[in-house]
Antibody
Framework: QVQLQESGPGLVKPSGTLSLTCAVS?????????WVWVRQPPGQGLEWVGE???????NYNPSLKSRVTISVDKSRNQFSLDLNSVTAADTAVYYC???????????WGQGTLVTVSS | DIQMTQSPSSLSASVGDRVTITCRAS??????LNWFQQKPGKAPNLLIY???ILQRGVPSRFSGSGSGTDFTLTINSLQPEDFATYYC?????????FGQGTKVEIK
């Protein structure tokens, strides 16, 4: 059973960098899947942030592209999200998930709330 | 970007009712359409992928249909545990995009 667990600071200052890590267990990050970040502002809908494949190929949401980087650490079986120049609009629950392709986002982390505030 | 539009935004229904939620894409996505259920404080849960394939472990009262631009999620005989928010999502192209959600509430 694949499990994903997000970790990182729950509070980030405006103009700072939001950094989160997603640890994958029960499966290899080098498997034939994309690894995804999705966020959800409080009381709002879901927004795809971006994705990465294990060899490093990444795709980002154009609305965030200039500020976001997703990376993978195969030795630790985890992937990470960095979002810089954050504002209050980046306050959200951030989820990591596995995109298995045909069956879409089939495994999710429990989510972590990141608040941007001074 | 492909825009996904769900209707209605919310609905009230009773246990035992049949519920239908629709999702429209701004361009054809063939059958690259997925449905998720989300309960408060929880991560979304995949219900249906490729428009009509039921994810393992999901009750058979859930079904999906459609292709091209118009899709439907149907819940037959609504159960108490089905009161939640439902999202459609296209996996035809990046950026992956979600509908705005449909909240199913108890009447």
């Amino acid at each position: 059973q694949v499990q994903l667990q997000e970790s990182g600071p729950g509070l980030v200052k405006p103009s700072g960098t939001l950094s989160l890590t997603c640890a994958v267990s029960g499966g290899s990050i080098s498997s034939n899947n994309w690894w995804v970040w999705v966020r959800q502002p409080p009381g709002q809908g879901l927004e795809w942030v971006g994705e990465i494949f294990h060899y490093g190929s990444a795709n980002y949401n154009p609305s965030l592209k200039s500020r976001v980087t997703i990376s993978v650490d195969k030795s630790r079986n985890q992937f990470s999200l960095d979002l810089n120049s954050v504002t209050a609009a980046d306050t959200a629950v951030y989820y990591c998930a596995r995109d298995s392709g045909l069956s879409s986002f089939d495994y999710w982390g429990q989510g972590t709330l990141v608040t941007v505030s001074s | 970007d492909i825009q996904m539009t769900q209707s209605p935004s919310s609905l009230s229904a009773s246990v035992g009712d049949r519920v239908t939620i629709t999702c429209r894409a701004s361009q054809t996505i063939t059958t690259y359409l997925n449905w998720f259920q989300q309960k408060p404080g929880k991560a979304p849960n995949l219900l249906i992928y490729s428009a009509s394939i039921l994810q393992r472990g999901v009750p058979s009262r859930f079904s999906g249909s459609g292709s091209g631009t118009d899709f439907t999620l149907t819940i037959n005989s609504l159960q108490p545990e089905d009161f939640a928010t439902y999202y459609c999502q296209q996996s035809y192209s990046t950026p992956r995009t979600f509908g705005q959600g449909t909240k199913v509430e108890i009447k």
